[in-house]
Nanobody, 124 residues
Framework: QVQLVESGGGLVQAGGSLRLSCAAS????????MGWFRQAPGKEREFLAA????????DYADSVKGRFTISRDKAKNTVYLQMNSLKPEDTAVYYC?????????????????WGQGTQVTVSS
Protein backbone atom coordinates (compact mmCIF):
# COMPACT_ATOMS: atom_id res chain seq x y z
CA GLN A 1 0.00 0.00 0.00
CA VAL A 2 1.44 3.32 -1.09
CA GLN A 3 1.61 5.96 1.62
CA LEU A 4 2.46 9.60 1.12
CA VAL A 5 3.09 11.89 4.07
CA GLU A 6 3.57 15.61 3.54
CA SER A 7 5.32 17.95 5.94
CA GLY A 8 6.86 21.39 5.97
CA GLY A 9 3.82 23.60 5.71
CA GLY A 10 3.27 26.59 7.93
CA LEU A 11 2.89 30.35 8.13
CA VAL A 12 5.29 32.54 6.18
CA GLN A 13 5.39 36.18 5.20
CA ALA A 14 5.03 37.26 1.61
CA GLY A 15 8.35 37.01 -0.18
CA GLY A 16 9.50 34.16 2.03
CA SER A 17 10.26 30.55 1.27
CA LEU A 18 9.14 27.11 2.39
CA ARG A 19 10.20 23.60 1.47
CA LEU A 20 7.56 20.91 1.52
CA SER A 21 8.49 17.26 1.84
CA CYS A 22 6.58 14.16 0.82
CA ALA A 23 7.80 10.88 2.29
CA ALA A 24 6.72 7.99 0.09
CA SER A 25 6.56 4.34 1.13
CA UNK A 26 4.93 1.05 0.27
CA UNK A 27 6.64 0.15 -2.99
CA UNK A 28 9.39 1.14 -5.38
CA UNK A 29 8.58 4.19 -7.45
CA UNK A 30 10.89 3.72 -10.40
CA UNK A 31 8.03 3.90 -12.92
CA UNK A 32 6.00 6.53 -11.12
CA UNK A 33 5.28 10.20 -11.55
CA MET A 34 5.08 12.23 -8.35
CA GLY A 35 3.13 15.45 -8.31
CA TRP A 36 2.33 18.44 -6.13
CA PHE A 37 -1.10 20.06 -6.13
CA ARG A 38 -2.79 22.67 -4.03
CA GLN A 39 -6.34 23.62 -3.16
CA ALA A 40 -7.41 26.98 -1.83
CA PRO A 41 -10.79 27.47 -0.10
CA GLY A 42 -13.57 27.58 -2.65
CA LYS A 43 -11.28 26.68 -5.54
CA GLU A 44 -10.53 23.54 -7.51
CA ARG A 45 -7.40 21.54 -6.90
CA GLU A 46 -4.57 22.96 -8.99
CA PHE A 47 -1.59 21.19 -10.53
CA LEU A 48 1.76 22.72 -9.57
CA ALA A 49 4.60 20.42 -10.56
CA ALA A 50 5.48 16.83 -11.37
CA UNK A 51 8.63 14.76 -11.46
CA UNK A 52 9.38 11.42 -13.09
CA UNK A 53 10.99 9.33 -10.42
CA UNK A 54 13.18 7.36 -12.77
CA UNK A 55 15.18 10.24 -14.27
CA UNK A 56 14.05 13.40 -12.49
CA UNK A 57 12.30 14.91 -15.51
CA UNK A 58 10.14 17.80 -14.30
CA ASP A 59 7.12 19.79 -15.43
CA TYR A 60 5.56 22.91 -13.94
CA ALA A 61 2.37 24.89 -14.11
CA ASP A 62 2.92 28.34 -15.60
CA SER A 63 1.66 29.92 -12.40
CA VAL A 64 4.63 28.65 -10.39
CA LYS A 65 7.36 28.26 -12.99
CA GLY A 66 10.48 30.05 -11.83
CA ARG A 67 9.33 30.24 -8.19
CA PHE A 68 8.74 26.58 -7.28
CA THR A 69 11.13 23.68 -7.77
CA ILE A 70 10.27 20.00 -7.49
CA SER A 71 12.96 17.46 -6.73
CA ARG A 72 13.34 13.97 -5.35
CA ASP A 73 15.82 12.09 -3.20
CA LYS A 74 15.82 8.44 -4.22
CA ALA A 75 17.77 7.32 -1.15
CA LYS A 76 15.19 8.89 1.16
CA ASN A 77 12.16 8.09 -1.02
CA THR A 78 11.16 11.72 -0.61
CA VAL A 79 9.86 14.36 -2.99
CA TYR A 80 10.33 18.05 -2.25
CA LEU A 81 8.69 21.26 -3.35
CA GLN A 82 10.87 24.31 -2.78
CA MET A 83 8.69 27.41 -2.85
CA ASN A 84 10.29 30.84 -3.14
CA SER A 85 8.92 34.38 -3.42
CA LEU A 86 5.68 33.27 -1.84
CA LYS A 87 2.58 35.38 -2.30
CA PRO A 88 -0.65 35.56 -0.29
CA GLU A 89 -2.41 33.88 -3.22
CA ASP A 90 -0.22 30.82 -2.66
CA THR A 91 -2.17 30.16 0.53
CA ALA A 92 -3.72 26.70 0.23
CA VAL A 93 -3.54 23.10 1.34
CA TYR A 94 -0.71 21.44 -0.56
CA TYR A 95 -0.93 17.79 -1.56
CA CYS A 96 1.56 15.25 -2.77
CA UNK A 97 0.37 12.61 -5.23
CA UNK A 98 1.75 9.57 -7.03
CA UNK A 99 0.74 7.46 -9.97
CA UNK A 100 2.32 4.78 -12.15
CA UNK A 101 3.28 6.50 -15.39
CA UNK A 102 6.28 7.28 -17.55
CA UNK A 103 4.63 10.27 -19.21
CA UNK A 104 3.83 13.47 -17.36
CA UNK A 105 0.51 13.57 -15.54
CA UNK A 106 -1.05 16.93 -14.66
CA UNK A 107 -4.70 16.09 -14.04
CA UNK A 108 -5.53 15.32 -10.44
CA UNK A 109 -7.98 12.54 -11.25
CA UNK A 110 -5.20 10.62 -13.01
CA UNK A 111 -3.23 10.27 -9.77
CA UNK A 112 -3.90 7.10 -7.78
CA UNK A 113 -2.37 7.98 -4.42
CA TRP A 114 -2.60 11.10 -2.28
CA GLY A 115 -1.17 12.42 0.94
CA GLN A 116 -3.24 14.07 3.63
CA GLY A 117 -2.12 17.58 2.73
CA THR A 118 -0.22 20.30 4.54
CA GLN A 119 -1.41 23.87 5.08
CA VAL A 120 0.60 26.76 3.71
CA THR A 121 -0.43 30.25 4.74
CA VAL A 122 1.27 33.32 3.30
CA SER A 123 0.62 36.58 5.11
CA SER A 124 0.83 39.97 3.43
Amino acid sequence: QVQLVESGGGLVQAGGSLRLSCAASGRTFSNYYMGWFRQAPGKEREFLAAIRWRDGNTDYADSVKGRFTISRDKAKNTVYLQMNSLKPEDTAVYYCAATPSIVVITRDFDYDYWGQGTQVTVSS
